[in-house]
Protein backbone atom coordinates (compact mmCIF):
# COMPACT_ATOMS: atom_id res chain seq x y z
CA UNK A 1 0.00 0.00 0.00
CA UNK A 2 0.90 3.50 -0.43
CA UNK A 3 3.02 5.40 2.24
CA UNK A 4 1.53 7.90 4.07
CA UNK A 5 2.63 9.52 7.24
CA UNK A 6 1.33 12.07 9.78
CA UNK A 7 2.75 14.20 12.23
CA UNK A 8 1.83 14.45 15.39
CA UNK A 9 0.63 11.29 15.93
CA UNK A 10 -1.30 12.79 19.00
CA UNK A 11 -1.14 16.26 20.53
CA UNK A 12 -2.99 17.99 23.49
CA UNK A 13 -3.78 21.26 23.16
CA UNK A 14 -5.70 24.35 25.05
CA UNK A 15 -8.77 25.68 24.37
CA UNK A 16 -8.48 28.67 22.07
CA UNK A 17 -5.03 27.56 20.54
CA UNK A 18 -4.45 25.86 16.66
CA UNK A 19 -3.15 23.13 15.90
CA UNK A 20 -1.36 21.94 12.39
CA UNK A 21 -1.77 18.45 11.44
CA UNK A 22 0.85 17.38 8.50
CA UNK A 23 -0.12 14.76 5.88
CA UNK A 24 3.03 13.89 3.71
CA UNK A 25 2.90 11.01 0.87
CA UNK A 26 6.43 9.31 1.29
CA UNK A 27 6.56 7.22 -1.93
CA UNK A 28 4.14 9.14 -4.68
CA UNK A 29 2.80 12.35 -5.70
CA UNK A 30 -1.03 12.69 -4.50
CA UNK A 31 -2.67 15.78 -6.35
CA UNK A 32 -5.96 15.40 -4.42
CA UNK A 33 -6.11 14.51 -0.69
CA UNK A 34 -9.17 13.59 1.05
CA UNK A 35 -9.65 14.66 5.28
CA UNK A 36 -11.53 12.66 7.38
CA UNK A 37 -11.86 13.14 11.07
CA UNK A 38 -13.42 10.22 13.67
CA UNK A 39 -15.37 10.79 16.98
CA UNK A 40 -14.82 8.49 19.47
CA UNK A 41 -17.15 4.73 18.40
CA UNK A 42 -18.38 6.47 15.11
CA UNK A 43 -17.26 6.18 11.63
CA UNK A 44 -14.81 7.96 9.46
CA UNK A 45 -16.57 11.13 8.13
CA UNK A 46 -14.89 13.13 5.20
CA UNK A 47 -14.70 16.90 6.30
CA UNK A 48 -12.51 18.65 3.13
CA UNK A 49 -11.00 17.41 -0.16
CA UNK A 50 -7.78 19.19 -0.33
CA UNK A 51 -6.35 19.76 -4.40
CA UNK A 52 -2.55 20.43 -5.01
CA UNK A 53 -2.51 24.28 -5.41
CA UNK A 54 -5.98 25.37 -5.41
CA UNK A 55 -8.66 25.66 -3.03
CA UNK A 56 -10.07 22.80 -0.83
CA UNK A 57 -14.30 21.81 -1.07
CA UNK A 58 -15.23 21.19 2.30
CA UNK A 59 -18.31 19.17 3.30
CA UNK A 60 -21.51 20.23 4.99
CA UNK A 61 -21.83 21.28 8.15
CA UNK A 62 -17.61 21.78 8.07
CA UNK A 63 -16.41 25.08 8.99
CA UNK A 64 -13.47 26.30 6.45
CA UNK A 65 -12.22 29.15 8.64
CA UNK A 66 -12.27 26.92 11.17
CA UNK A 67 -10.23 23.62 9.43
CA UNK A 68 -7.86 25.51 7.18
CA UNK A 69 -6.36 22.99 4.39
CA UNK A 70 -3.11 23.63 2.84
CA UNK A 71 -1.64 21.71 0.09
CA UNK A 72 0.72 23.48 -0.97
CA UNK A 73 3.11 20.88 -2.73
CA UNK A 74 2.54 16.77 -3.80
CA UNK A 75 3.71 15.36 -1.06
CA UNK A 76 2.53 18.02 1.64
CA UNK A 77 -0.90 18.85 2.36
CA UNK A 78 -1.70 20.50 6.36
CA UNK A 79 -4.73 20.61 7.73
CA UNK A 80 -4.94 23.49 10.63
CA UNK A 81 -7.49 23.53 13.16
CA UNK A 82 -7.92 27.07 14.40
CA UNK A 83 -9.35 28.10 17.82
CA UNK A 84 -9.99 24.53 18.97
CA UNK A 85 -12.32 24.01 21.60
CA UNK A 86 -12.85 20.37 23.45
CA UNK A 87 -16.07 19.22 20.67
CA UNK A 88 -12.89 19.27 18.03
CA UNK A 89 -11.49 16.75 20.02
CA UNK A 90 -11.24 13.87 17.43
CA UNK A 91 -8.99 11.60 15.35
CA UNK A 92 -8.31 13.13 12.24
CA UNK A 93 -6.98 11.19 9.21
CA UNK A 94 -5.88 11.87 5.87
CA UNK A 95 -6.11 9.49 2.94
CA UNK A 96 -4.81 10.37 -0.48
CA UNK A 97 -6.19 9.92 -4.42
CA UNK A 98 -3.79 7.16 -5.94
CA UNK A 99 -4.18 6.26 -9.51
CA UNK A 100 -4.99 2.73 -8.82
CA UNK A 101 -8.43 2.22 -7.13
CA UNK A 102 -7.54 1.51 -3.75
CA UNK A 103 -7.38 4.43 -1.09
CA UNK A 104 -4.88 3.87 1.29
CA UNK A 105 -4.99 5.99 4.47
CA UNK A 106 -2.40 7.68 7.12
CA UNK A 107 -1.47 6.55 10.50
CA UNK A 108 -4.20 9.28 11.87
CA UNK A 109 -3.40 12.26 14.72
CA UNK A 110 -4.94 12.09 17.98
CA UNK A 111 -6.31 15.93 18.98
CA UNK A 112 -7.60 16.40 22.62
CA UNK A 113 -8.31 19.77 23.40
CA UNK A 114 -8.91 20.20 26.77
CA UNK B 1 -31.90 5.79 4.65
CA UNK B 2 -28.24 5.29 5.20
CA UNK B 3 -25.83 4.97 2.24
CA UNK B 4 -24.43 2.38 4.47
CA UNK B 5 -25.90 -0.20 6.90
CA UNK B 6 -23.93 -2.42 9.17
CA UNK B 7 -24.51 -4.01 12.65
CA UNK B 8 -22.54 -2.37 15.26
CA UNK B 9 -22.01 -5.14 17.10
CA UNK B 10 -19.77 -7.00 18.84
CA UNK B 11 -20.11 -9.85 17.21
CA UNK B 12 -18.48 -12.51 19.61
CA UNK B 13 -17.18 -15.68 17.60
CA UNK B 14 -14.79 -18.37 19.49
CA UNK B 15 -11.25 -18.95 18.28
CA UNK B 16 -11.10 -21.01 15.00
CA UNK B 17 -14.59 -20.03 13.74
CA UNK B 18 -15.89 -18.32 10.90
CA UNK B 19 -17.14 -14.81 11.50
CA UNK B 20 -19.16 -12.93 9.48
CA UNK B 21 -20.09 -9.41 8.45
CA UNK B 22 -22.66 -8.14 6.68
CA UNK B 23 -23.06 -4.75 4.97
CA UNK B 24 -26.32 -3.38 2.97
CA UNK B 25 -25.76 -0.29 0.76
CA UNK B 26 -28.75 1.99 -1.01
CA UNK B 27 -27.05 2.96 -4.06
CA UNK B 28 -27.57 0.22 -6.81
CA UNK B 29 -25.78 2.48 -8.63
CA UNK B 30 -22.32 1.17 -6.43
CA UNK B 31 -19.98 -1.26 -8.50
CA UNK B 32 -16.96 -1.89 -5.67
CA UNK B 33 -16.64 -2.19 -2.27
CA UNK B 34 -14.26 -1.97 0.38
CA UNK B 35 -13.45 -3.92 3.40
CA UNK B 36 -11.26 -1.92 5.98
CA UNK B 37 -10.28 -3.53 9.21
CA UNK B 38 -9.68 -0.86 12.38
CA UNK B 39 -8.21 -1.49 15.46
CA UNK B 40 -8.91 0.40 18.50
CA UNK B 41 -6.92 4.07 18.37
CA UNK B 42 -5.35 3.30 14.84
CA UNK B 43 -6.47 4.17 11.18
CA UNK B 44 -8.20 1.62 8.66
CA UNK B 45 -6.33 -0.63 6.88
CA UNK B 46 -7.60 -2.19 3.67
CA UNK B 47 -8.07 -6.00 3.67
CA UNK B 48 -10.58 -6.26 0.63
CA UNK B 49 -11.87 -4.76 -2.55
CA UNK B 50 -14.43 -6.37 -4.22
CA UNK B 51 -16.18 -5.34 -7.47
CA UNK B 52 -17.85 -8.57 -9.48
CA UNK B 53 -20.95 -10.26 -8.21
CA UNK B 54 -19.88 -13.40 -6.20
CA UNK B 55 -16.55 -14.29 -3.87
CA UNK B 56 -13.47 -12.94 -3.82
CA UNK B 57 -11.04 -14.60 -1.76
CA UNK B 58 -7.67 -13.69 -0.22
CA UNK B 59 -6.08 -15.77 2.84
CA UNK B 60 -8.80 -16.43 5.50
CA UNK B 61 -10.33 -13.63 4.20
CA UNK B 62 -13.41 -14.15 1.66
CA UNK B 63 -15.75 -10.91 0.30
CA UNK B 64 -19.13 -11.57 -1.16
CA UNK B 65 -21.01 -9.14 -2.85
CA UNK B 66 -24.37 -9.45 -4.09
CA UNK B 67 -25.56 -6.64 -6.28
CA UNK B 68 -29.13 -8.05 -6.91
CA UNK B 69 -29.66 -7.65 -2.93
CA UNK B 70 -27.40 -5.17 -2.56
CA UNK B 71 -25.62 -6.63 0.10
CA UNK B 72 -21.74 -7.00 0.61
CA UNK B 73 -20.17 -9.69 3.59
CA UNK B 74 -16.84 -10.12 4.75
CA UNK B 75 -15.97 -13.78 5.88
CA UNK B 76 -12.85 -14.20 7.77
CA UNK B 77 -12.11 -18.06 7.94
CA UNK B 78 -10.29 -19.59 11.35
CA UNK B 79 -10.30 -16.58 13.02
CA UNK B 80 -8.19 -15.28 15.56
CA UNK B 81 -7.85 -13.02 18.51
CA UNK B 82 -5.73 -10.81 16.71
CA UNK B 83 -8.83 -10.43 14.19
CA UNK B 84 -10.68 -8.75 16.97
CA UNK B 85 -11.33 -5.22 15.35
CA UNK B 86 -13.64 -3.28 13.79
CA UNK B 87 -14.43 -3.84 10.55
CA UNK B 88 -15.77 -0.81 8.24
CA UNK B 89 -17.54 -1.39 4.65
CA UNK B 90 -17.20 1.14 1.93
CA UNK B 91 -18.89 1.66 -1.71
CA UNK B 92 -15.63 2.23 -3.95
CA UNK B 93 -15.10 5.52 -5.87
CA UNK B 94 -17.67 6.81 -8.49
CA UNK B 95 -17.57 9.37 -10.91
CA UNK B 96 -17.43 12.20 -9.29
CA UNK B 97 -17.26 10.99 -5.67
CA UNK B 98 -13.84 9.67 -5.15
CA UNK B 99 -14.15 9.56 -1.17
CA UNK B 100 -15.55 6.86 0.54
CA UNK B 101 -18.75 6.95 2.63
CA UNK B 102 -17.65 3.90 5.31
CA UNK B 103 -20.78 2.21 7.14
CA UNK B 104 -20.72 2.69 11.06
CA UNK B 105 -18.64 -0.40 11.50
CA UNK B 106 -18.88 -3.64 13.12
CA UNK B 107 -17.06 -4.78 16.32
CA UNK B 108 -16.00 -8.04 16.10
CA UNK B 109 -14.63 -9.74 18.86
CA UNK B 110 -12.31 -13.45 18.85
CA UNK B 111 -12.38 -15.20 22.50
CA UNK B 112 -9.17 -17.59 22.91
Known amino acids: GAVVSQHPSWVICKSGTSVKIECRSL??????MFWYRQFPKQSLMLMAT?????????EQGVEKDKFLINHASLTLSTLTVTSAHPEDSSFYICSPILPSYEQYFGPGTRLTVT | QKEVEQNSGPLSVPEGAIASLNCTYSDRGSQSFFWYRQYSGKSPELIMF????GDKEDGRFTAQLNKASQYVSLLIRDSQPSDSATYLC????????????FGSGTRLQVQP
Open chain 1, 27 to 32: DFQATT
Open chain 2, 50 to 53: IYSN
Open chain 2, 90 to 101: APGPRPGRRALT
Open chain 1, 50 to 58: SNEGSKATY
